[in-house]
T-cell receptor, first 114, second 114 residues
């Protein structure tokens, strides 16, 4: 089945550690995105990439890093510089030339700092 | 600076009645609006969208209304069903930006009672 796979679903991190969240899509989409959701809040854009080897900061990029070495993969690293990393992280993808509603989300990854 | 606002954190309706979810925005550059439905610990799923050139769009039980002068949109669900119980997010996109570069509201928790 085509879709977006995020892993792990649940992740615990000790303070001061970097962690990487995986996102893979087999939809042949050009663009990929990372969003963060905090309780009682909407989704906020962290980073996005419209083509391989290129990415842009979103609204809350501080403390995060990404790479886009392959079209189907867009991993997100939560660094120790991120002050409040505990959140629900959502990866998404979309084609670059299409109607406006074609953005697809993965199932999300829960990150908890302990 | 909350550019997309959903001022009602929750809404409770009886099965069979109408559910009306509201959303306000401030950015005049937004020209495309979407509604997503989300269950806990899952990714959002697309419901319905509307372009700024329209003032209404229908899809089955779901209708979205856009009032550009008031910078307000609403989602109507008729008739409401218990399976509609979820968090509903309003999202907006500015013209000329990547399809997935969305600004989300805080969400409204809809509960439909049998």
């Amino acid at each position: 089945d085509g879709g977006i796979t995020q892993s792990p679903k649940y992740l615990f991190r000790k303070e001061g550690q970097n962690v990487t969240l995986s996102c893979e899509q087999n939809l042949n989409h050009d663009a990929m995105y990372w969003y963060r959701q905090d309780p009682g809040q909407g989704l906020r854009l962290i980073y996005y990439s419209q083509i391989v080897n290129d990415f842009q900061k979103g609204d809350i990029a501080e403390g995060y890093s990404v790479s886009r070495e392959k079209k189907e993969s867009f991993p997100l690293t939560v660094t120790s510089a991120q002050k409040n990393p505990t959140a629900f992280y959502l990866c998404a993808s979309s084609p670059t030339e299409s109607s406006g509603n074609t953005i697809y989300f993965g199932e999300g990854s829960w990150l908890t700092v302990v | 600076d909350q550019q997309v606002k959903q001022n009602s954190p929750s809404l409770s309706v009886q099965e069979g009645r109408i559910s009306i979810l509201n959303c306000d925005y401030t950015n005049s550059m937004f020209d495309y609006f979407l509604w997503y439905k989300k269950y806990p610990a899952e990714g959002p799923t697309f419901l319905i969208s509307i372009s700024s050139i329209k003032d209404k769009n229908e899809d089955g039980r779901f209708t979205v209304f856009l009032n550009k002068s008031a910078k307000h949109l609403s989602l109507h669900i008729v008739p409401s069903q218990p399976g509609d119980s979820a968090v509903y997010f309003c999202a907006a996109r500015a013209g000329g930006t990547s399809y997935g570069k969305l600004t989300f509201g805080q969400g409204t928790i809809l509960t439909v009672h049998p």
